[in-house]
């Protein structure tokens, strides 16, 4: 079975198991120097990342550490070309390749890029760890596009596991539509059914 992790930046990121040659593990952003990884992926340009930066008051230096984390581990990072600041790993991500198969240029955030090459590559299992997308941010609107490739994973046979703490593939308040009924309960009811 071809398995591959693929590690966000939200809380769960830790939880992901180390290297292994049992499967992949492919990190993004601050998760590429933060542990060691097979692929990196930053799908940002310098520009887009100091202006997002300054916006949300994040660290810019997070940008500049991803590729030098890349670097270090010698291993190869998506971006979405190669720039004069690119890493010598830098690997152009194929988006007109994953356009053509798929029809859709939806990608509203790093995973879904992550999601896409997983598919084309056919993997057989993906696992994500540290994709919380907590509705109450900026991933509100990250979230369908998420689900989006999920959706396409598992209509193509391909087992997707999502680790907690984790809002994707779950409505807003937790609970089905018109069932009034909170997610665990409803596992535990599958459990025993």
């Not at 180390?18 to 992949?24: A, E, I, N, T």
Request: some cysteine.
């Amino acid at each position: 079975m071809k398995a591959v992790n693929i590690i966000a930046c939200g809380p769960g990121w830790e939880a992901a198991p180390p290297l292994s040659k049992d499967y992949d593990t492919w990190g993004m952003n601050t998760s590429v120097y933060m542990r060691e990884c097979d692929v990196g992926f930053q799908v940002h340009t310098k520009e887009a990342w100091e202006k997002s930066c300054a916006r949300y008051k994040h660290p810019v230096d997070v940008f500049e550490h991803s590729l030098k984390g890349a670097e270090e581990q010698n291993i190869p990072i998506y971006m979405l070309d190669i720039f004069p600041y690119s890493p010598k790993t830098a690997v152009r991500y194929p988006i007109e390749e994953i356009v053509e198969e798929f029809g859709e240029p939806y990608f509203s955030c790093s995973i879904p890029f992550m999601l896409a090459l997983a598919i084309r590559q056919k993997y057989d299992k993906i696992d994500l760890y540290g994709c919380t997308v907590f509705v109450d941010s900026e991933y509100a609107w990250e979230k369908p596009c998420i689900e989006y490739w999920i959706g396409m994973a598992r209509g193509r046979g391909i087992q997707v596991t999502l680790h907690e703490p984790t809002h994707v593939c779950k409505t807003h308040d937790l609970k089905i539509y018109g069932y009034d009924m909170r997610y665990p309960e409803l596992k535990h009811y599958i459990l025993q059914h």
